[in-house]
Nanobody, 126 residues
Framework: QLQLAEIGGGLVEPGGSLRLSCVGS????????IGWFRQAPGKEREGVLC????????DAADSVKGRFTASRDNARSTAYLFMKNLKPEDTAVYYC???????????????????WGQGTQVTVSS
Protein backbone atom coordinates (compact mmCIF):
# COMPACT_ATOMS: atom_id res chain seq x y z
CA GLN A 1 0.00 0.00 0.00
CA LEU A 2 1.41 3.35 -1.05
CA GLN A 3 2.00 5.66 1.89
CA LEU A 4 3.54 9.10 2.22
CA ALA A 5 4.67 10.84 5.37
CA GLU A 6 5.78 14.45 5.69
CA ILE A 7 8.47 15.24 8.24
CA GLY A 8 10.06 18.48 9.32
CA GLY A 9 7.37 21.06 9.97
CA GLY A 10 7.54 23.46 12.86
CA LEU A 11 7.79 27.04 13.98
CA VAL A 12 10.27 29.29 12.23
CA GLU A 13 10.87 33.03 12.33
CA PRO A 14 10.31 35.22 9.28
CA GLY A 15 13.33 35.05 7.05
CA GLY A 16 14.23 31.60 8.29
CA SER A 17 14.58 28.31 6.46
CA LEU A 18 13.08 24.88 6.79
CA ARG A 19 13.36 21.56 5.04
CA LEU A 20 10.45 19.19 4.71
CA SER A 21 10.87 15.55 3.85
CA CYS A 22 8.32 13.31 2.15
CA VAL A 23 9.05 9.68 2.90
CA GLY A 24 7.37 7.10 0.72
CA SER A 25 6.71 3.44 1.42
CA UNK A 26 4.95 0.62 -0.34
CA UNK A 27 5.88 1.75 -3.82
CA UNK A 28 8.86 2.49 -6.02
CA UNK A 29 9.20 6.26 -5.94
CA UNK A 30 11.26 6.25 -9.15
CA UNK A 31 8.05 6.00 -11.19
CA UNK A 32 6.16 8.78 -9.45
CA UNK A 33 6.06 12.52 -9.76
CA ILE A 34 5.85 14.31 -6.43
CA GLY A 35 3.81 17.40 -5.73
CA TRP A 36 4.04 19.70 -2.74
CA PHE A 37 0.86 21.47 -1.66
CA ARG A 38 -0.16 23.69 1.22
CA GLN A 39 -3.37 24.79 2.81
CA ALA A 40 -3.66 27.83 5.01
CA PRO A 41 -6.61 28.30 7.38
CA GLY A 42 -9.68 29.38 5.47
CA LYS A 43 -8.01 28.96 2.09
CA GLU A 44 -8.04 26.35 -0.62
CA ARG A 45 -5.19 23.95 -1.05
CA GLU A 46 -2.48 25.44 -3.24
CA GLY A 47 -0.01 23.62 -5.43
CA VAL A 48 3.37 24.93 -4.35
CA LEU A 49 5.88 22.93 -6.33
CA CYS A 50 6.24 19.68 -8.21
CA UNK A 51 9.24 17.58 -9.06
CA UNK A 52 9.42 15.03 -11.83
CA UNK A 53 10.58 11.46 -11.52
CA UNK A 54 14.24 12.12 -12.13
CA UNK A 55 14.28 15.38 -10.23
CA UNK A 56 14.94 17.40 -13.36
CA UNK A 57 11.53 18.88 -13.93
CA UNK A 58 10.61 21.33 -11.20
CA ASP A 59 7.71 23.74 -11.42
CA ALA A 60 7.09 26.26 -8.67
CA ALA A 61 4.21 28.60 -7.97
CA ASP A 62 4.97 32.28 -8.46
CA SER A 63 4.46 32.88 -4.74
CA VAL A 64 7.46 30.72 -3.87
CA LYS A 65 9.77 31.05 -6.86
CA GLY A 66 13.27 31.92 -5.81
CA ARG A 67 12.56 30.83 -2.23
CA PHE A 68 11.41 27.20 -2.45
CA THR A 69 13.01 24.38 -4.31
CA ALA A 70 12.85 20.61 -4.27
CA SER A 71 14.95 17.57 -4.70
CA ARG A 72 14.49 13.85 -4.35
CA ASP A 73 16.47 10.75 -3.49
CA ASN A 74 14.68 7.87 -5.15
CA ALA A 75 17.00 5.33 -3.58
CA ARG A 76 15.78 6.50 -0.18
CA SER A 77 12.18 6.97 -1.37
CA THR A 78 12.34 10.51 -0.08
CA ALA A 79 11.52 13.87 -1.60
CA TYR A 80 12.50 17.19 -0.08
CA LEU A 81 11.09 20.68 -0.05
CA PHE A 82 13.61 23.37 0.80
CA MET A 83 12.12 26.64 1.96
CA LYS A 84 14.09 29.81 2.61
CA ASN A 85 13.29 33.42 3.33
CA LEU A 86 10.03 32.25 4.84
CA LYS A 87 7.20 34.72 5.28
CA PRO A 88 4.19 34.70 7.61
CA GLU A 89 1.99 34.05 4.57
CA ASP A 90 3.80 30.73 4.09
CA THR A 91 2.11 29.47 7.25
CA ALA A 92 0.05 26.43 6.29
CA VAL A 93 -0.24 22.69 6.50
CA TYR A 94 2.11 21.28 3.88
CA TYR A 95 1.35 18.06 2.04
CA CYS A 96 3.23 15.90 -0.38
CA UNK A 97 1.43 13.84 -2.98
CA UNK A 98 2.46 11.25 -5.55
CA UNK A 99 1.21 10.14 -8.93
CA UNK A 100 2.60 7.52 -11.26
CA UNK A 101 3.71 9.44 -14.31
CA UNK A 102 5.94 9.68 -17.33
CA UNK A 103 9.50 10.82 -16.85
CA UNK A 104 8.98 14.51 -17.53
CA UNK A 105 5.53 14.87 -15.98
CA UNK A 106 5.06 17.52 -13.35
CA UNK A 107 1.85 19.03 -12.02
CA UNK A 108 0.67 21.34 -9.26
CA UNK A 109 -2.99 20.46 -9.79
CA UNK A 110 -4.51 18.79 -6.79
CA UNK A 111 -6.85 16.53 -8.75
CA UNK A 112 -3.92 15.04 -10.68
CA UNK A 113 -2.63 13.30 -7.56
CA UNK A 114 -4.02 10.11 -6.09
CA UNK A 115 -1.93 9.56 -2.99
CA TRP A 116 -1.38 12.03 -0.18
CA GLY A 117 0.49 12.34 3.07
CA GLN A 118 -1.16 13.47 6.28
CA GLY A 119 0.44 16.91 6.22
CA THR A 120 2.78 18.80 8.49
CA GLN A 121 2.26 22.23 10.01
CA VAL A 122 4.62 25.05 9.12
CA THR A 123 4.20 28.24 11.12
CA VAL A 124 6.17 31.36 10.28
CA SER A 125 6.00 33.80 13.14
CA SER A 126 8.19 35.89 15.39
Amino acid sequence: QLQLAEIGGGLVEPGGSLRLSCVGSGFKMDYYAIGWFRQAPGKEREGVLCIGRAGITIDAADSVKGRFTASRDNARSTAYLFMKNLKPEDTAVYYCAAVQASSRYCSRVESDFRSWGQGTQVTVSS
